[in-house]
């Protein structure tokens, strides 16, 4: 198991940018797939952006695409999440999650470990 703590969430205004950071503590962090989910006011969570164990492939849900970035750094145990360009509709809180394994996926099942959140508001 891996512990998982995000932060740099806040308010911004729409076309401004913010940068997620999650810590992880536990187990070897190079082993897991790290992914970014989201969950807006009366929604489901939904799948963001993953990036491979060793930071070379990333995958993101259309509407972020060329707006945000997925990075992470292993000899720090961190994993970010760049947003640009931000509007209203990326509010919600952002969740930093991994799963052992080499395989990319959206699915959120598959990701077995989770972090607290963080509140993203992006005001119009």
């Known amino acids: 198991q891996v512990q998982l703590v995000e932060s740099g969430g806040g308010l911004v205004q729409a076309g401004g940018s913010l940068r997620l950071s999650c810590a992880a503590s536990g187990r070897t962090f190079s082993n897991y797939i790290m992914g970014w989910f989201r969950q807006a006011p009366g929604k489901e969570r939904e799948f963001v952006a993953a990036t491979s164990r060793d930071g070379t492939r990333a995958y993101y849900v259309n509407s972020v695409t060329g707006r945000f970035t997925i990075s992470r750094d292993n000899a720090k145990n961190t994993m970010s999440l760049q947003m640009n360009s931000l509007k209203p509709e990326d509010t919600g809180i952002y969740y930093c999650?991994?799963?052992?394994?080499?395989?990319?996926?959206?699915?959120?099942?598959?990701?077995?470990?989770w972090g607290q959140g963080t509140q993203v508001t992006v005001s119009s």
């Open positions: 999650a991994a799963r052992a394994g080499s395989a990319l996926t959206t699915t959120e099942s598959l990701y077995t470990d």
